[in-house]
C-alpha cells in the first residue's frame, strides 16, 4: 500500500538557470516533495531571491545557493535534478548515484551512445558505463522503464513533440521512416540565461533565424527516440529557428504519408495512443497547435493532417520549453520513478494571453 503522505527530499544542481529556476518553483508546489539542497556554480554564495526575483515571496527565496558538490547534496537529499551544461552532469552524475541518490539530468549527457558524443557534443563522455543504464525520460512512452531507474536522460524540448508525435505514428506504418523532415522554432529561453550577441534584444527583435543545422545536437536524438519507440529505424533532418518570443517550442514535421492513411486515421492513432496521458492533447481536425495556449503548464499539443496531393503527413507539435520541454517533465519522470501520481506538482493551467 502507498504511504500518500511519504514525501522525498529533492536538491537541484543548476538552481540558477532559467529550467533551474522553473524547477524550484513547481517543486515548491509539489505536494509529496521537500526541497532540501540549491546550487549552483557561478551564482553560489547568491541567494535565490537575488537570482530569480520572481521566487523571493517564496520560502526559499532567502536560501543561499551552495556550490556544485556531490557529497553536500547527498547529505541533503535522495533525488537530485541536474540542470546544467552539457558536459556537466556526465562528471558529477556518477558520484550521486554511486551514494544513492535517483537522478534526473535535464542535459544531454545520458541521452545518446558513447560514441555519438564527438561529433554531436564536441565531447569524449566520462562515464560511459552510465549511459547503458540511463533510461530515456518520455513518460508518455517509457513509464515501465522509468518507474525503476536510477538515472533518468530528461528529453531535448525539440525531440520531445517530435517523438510523441511521430512515434505511434510509425509503430502503425502510417508513416514512413524517412527521410522525416522537422522544421522547428524556439523562444530565447532555450539558449539559456549566458549573455550573448546572437541571443540580445537588439539581434532577435523582428528576426527569424535557422541557426546550428545540420549539425543540431537534437538531431540524433530524435531518431533513436523514434527507433527506441517504434523499433524502427528512422532518418531526420531537423532545422531549427530562433524566433523573437521568450518561451515556446514549435515543430512542424514532414513524414512520408503511409499507403491509404488520413488525417483522420492519424489523428484517430494519436488520440487511441494518448488518451489516458494526462499531459498531451491531440487537437480535431481543423484545430492548430499554439505554443502561447500552452505556456506556463506542462502540457503538448499535437495535430496532425495528410496531405495527400504530395504524399506528406504534417505533424505538428507545440509545448513550452522550460515546462514540458525541461523541468516539468523532469518533475513527471521524478513522480514515476518516486511512485507518485504523473500529475503531482504539475496541475497548474497555462497563462493566457
Given amino acids: 500500500m502507498v504511504d500518500e503522505s511519504a514525501r522525498v527530499r529533492v536538491a537541484v544542481l543548476g538552481a540558477s538557470g532559467y529550467a533551474g529556476g522553473e524547477l524550484?518553483?513547481?517543486?515548491?508546489?509539489?505536494?509529496?516533495?521537500?526541497?532540501?539542497?540549491?546550487?549552483?556554480?557561478?551564482?553560489?554564495?547568491?541567494?535565490?531571491g537575488e537570482v530569480h526575483p520572481h521566487l523571493a515571496p517564496s520560502p526559499v527565496g532567502g536560501w543561499v545557493l551552495a556550490p556544485l558538490d556531490a557529497a553536500a547534496?547527498?547529505?541533503r537529499a535522495s533525488f537530485a535534478f541536474l540542470s546544467l551544461p552539457h558536459g556537466a552532469s556526465a562528471t558529477l552524475a556518477p558520484a550521486l548515484l554511486d551514494a544513492g541518490l535517483r537522478v534526473v539530468d535535464l542535459a544531454g549527457d545520458f541521452r545518446l551512445p558513447a560514441g555519438a558524443y564527438p561529433e554531436w557534443y564536441g565531447f569524449e563522455h566520462p562515464s560511459p558505463a552510465w549511459l547503458e543504464k540511463a533510461?530515456?525520460?518520455?513518460?508518455?512512452?517509457?513509464?515501465?522503464?522509468?518507474?525503476?531507474?536510477?538515472?533518468?536522460?530528461?528529453?531535448?524540448?525539440y525531440p520531445t513533440p517530435v517523438a510523441l508525435g511521430l512515434a505511434p505514428l510509425?509503430?502503425?506504418?502510417?508513416?514512413?521512416?524517412?527521410?522525416?523532415?522537422v522544421d522547428g522554432k524556439t523562444g530565447l529561453s532555450g539558449a539559456?540565461?549566458?549573455?550573448?550577441?546572437?541571443?540580445?534584444?537588439?539581434?532577435?527583435?523582428?528576426?527569424?533565424r535557422p541557426y546550428r543545422f545540420p549539425k543540431h545536437q537534437h538531431t540524433p536524438e530524435m531518431e533513436r527516440a523514434l527507433e527506441l519507440a517504434s523499433g524502427i529505424p528512422a532518418t531526420v533532418s531537423f532545422v531549427p529557428h530562433l524566433v523573437p518570443s521568450v518561451r515556446g517550442v514549435l515543430v512542424t514535421c514532414y513524414?512520408?504519408?503511409?499507403?491509404?492513411?488520413?488525417?483522420?486515421?492519424?489523428?484517430?492513432?494519436?488520440?487511441?495512443?494518448?488518451?489516458?496521458?494526462p499531459?498531451?492533447?491531440?487537437?480535431?481536425?481543423?484545430?492548430?497547435?499554439?505554443?502561447?495556449?500552452?505556456?506556463?503548464?506542462?502540457?503538448?499539443?499535437?495535430?496532425?493532417?495528410?496531405?495527400?496531393?504530395?504524399?506528406?503527413?504534417?505533424?505538428?507539435?507545440?509545448?513550452?520549453?522550460?515546462?514540458?520541454?525541461?523541468?516539468?517533465?523532469?518533475?513527471?519522470?521524478?513522480?514515476?520513478?518516486?511512485?507518485?501520481?504523473?500529475?503531482a506538482g504539475l496541475q497548474a493551467m497555462a497563462v493566457y494571453p
Fill in 170 to 181: 510509425l509503430s502503425a506504418g502510417l508513416i514512413g521512416p524517412g527521410p522525416i523532415v
Fill in 73 to 75: 547534496a547527498a547529505e
Fill in 135 to 157: 533510461v530515456y525520460g518520455l513518460p508518455e512512452l517509457f513509464a515501465g522503464d522509468i518507474a525503476g531507474a536510477s538515472l533518468v536522460a530528461n528529453p531535448g524540448c
Fill in 279 to 343: 499531459f498531451v492533447r491531440v487537437l480535431p481536425s481543423g484545430d492548430m497547435a499554439d505554443t502561447k495556449r500552452i505556456r506556463g503548464s506542462n502540457l503538448v499539443e499535437l495535430q496532425a493532417v495528410a496531405d495527400p496531393r504530395t504524399g506528406t503527413a504534417i505533424v505538428v507539435g507545440a509545448l513550452d520549453n522550460l515546462v514540458k520541454g525541461a523541468a516539468g517533465q523532469a518533475v513527471q519522470n521524478m513522480n514515476l520513478m518516486a511512485g507518485f501520481e504523473q500529475t
Fill in 24 to 48: 524550484v518553483r513547481l517543486l515548491l508546489a509539489h505536494p509529496r516533495v521537500e526541497l532540501g539542497h540549491l546550487a549552483a556554480n557561478e551564482s553560489a554564495g547568491r541567494t535565490v
Fill in 255 to 277: 513524414a512520408p504519408l503511409g499507403a491509404g492513411a488520413t488525417t483522420d486515421s492519424l489523428t484517430g492513432c494519436l488520440a487511441a495512443a494518448y488518451a489516458d496521458a
Fill in 192 to 208: 539559456g540565461r549566458a549573455l550573448a550577441e546572437a541571443t540580445s534584444y537588439a539581434a532577435t527583435e523582428d528576426s527569424v
